[in-house]
């Protein structure tokens, strides 16, 4: 299997695996179909690094044309580092502390704020500046319940009904709302929840409510298909029914209002690969068990979220069609990459490739077990342009215990 002309196994024998690699050009084709929906609007995308803060993917997400949305003062301070600037950053964060507050502000980036708490907090620090607000659109939806972030008891927003509150703390302290958001959930399939919560964010935003704003944000959430069973988006009807709303909304406003998205897998999810290695094969009655040097520590969205991950045997795949659990190295039950999954026969030695690894994978990677993560390599133009390397054992051990003996 070759990946932007690269062959795959070659690359595997040279870096080993766990692997996680990752073609730019998926990351393009995504920015450039999003951008290419919405010709009418004055739009701008914000990327989530949250789904993948690697370094080289911000930076290049960035030179494609995109700002970013972050979510703490590290991933902030990160996107800094790396050259984009402070007026292309938004500040999503949630539940912030008042050092958090100051440390961020202090950096020139516009808060996204999403409680009357945090807003009085940060109105107290930085009185006289713009802000954006985050409502709960009052929408539950989204692909699993743990990344639905709308309605009654989420904790993410402003509750629409509490405007008036809203008004009066950025009167106390001066702010002028600029931006009004919304994020739904991750991975919405339903065209007509996701046009609801657009819906019931408008309709707070009137020169009477927010005489300064300067954009609508419907934050993240765009579908892309992870399985070969779903279907690719429509996209283009899905945009005309934003336009027709964003019309509306610009003639009762007075004024054409910006546009912004913030996606996380519509632009990262597809172009990730996490390329695993078969150790154990157990047969119990029967019942096919495939053991893996990887586990939920490396990828663990199938856990976390019962998420499902096209897998591909790379080794074998004219094999004969077989019945397979297909589980990682990490001492607990769950560690489940697929249940009762049909692929062609798996035999100890042969690789497994974990398709749509791109977003929510190694971000949310960890140490579990005490195991290493997975190196990642960039591949653009038929070339690795970026490779991070695993950290080793020693220095992973030598951090750990290095205050054990001062
Ligand atoms: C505030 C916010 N914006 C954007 C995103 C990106 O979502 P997605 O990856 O589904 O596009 C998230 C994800 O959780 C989020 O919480």
Redesign the pocket.
Known sequence: MYLNKLDLLALTDEHKTPLYVYELDRIQYRYEQLIGMFPEQDLKVHY?I??NFNPYIVQYINKLGAGI?TVSPAEIKLVQKLGVKSEDIIF?ANNLTNEEIQEAGQTGVLFNLGSTSELDRYGKIFPNTKVCLRFNPDVIAGSHTK?Q?GGPLSKFGILLEHVEEVKAICEKHNLSVVGIHK?TG??IKDQSAYLQAVENLLSIITPENFPDIEFTDF????FIPYSPDEQEYDYGSFASAINERLEALHASYGKKLKLYF?????LVAECGNLVIQVNTIKDNNGHLIAGTNSGFNHLARPVMYDAYHHITNLSNPDGELKTYDIVGNICETGDNFASGRELPEIREGDYLLIHNAG?YCFSMASNYNLRKLPAELCLLDSQVVNHSPVVSDDVLIDRLIANVNA
């Open positions: 989530a949250k789904a949305d999503t990344i972030t994020h991750s991975g934050g993240g959430g765009l913030e996606p996380g897998k519509f977003a």
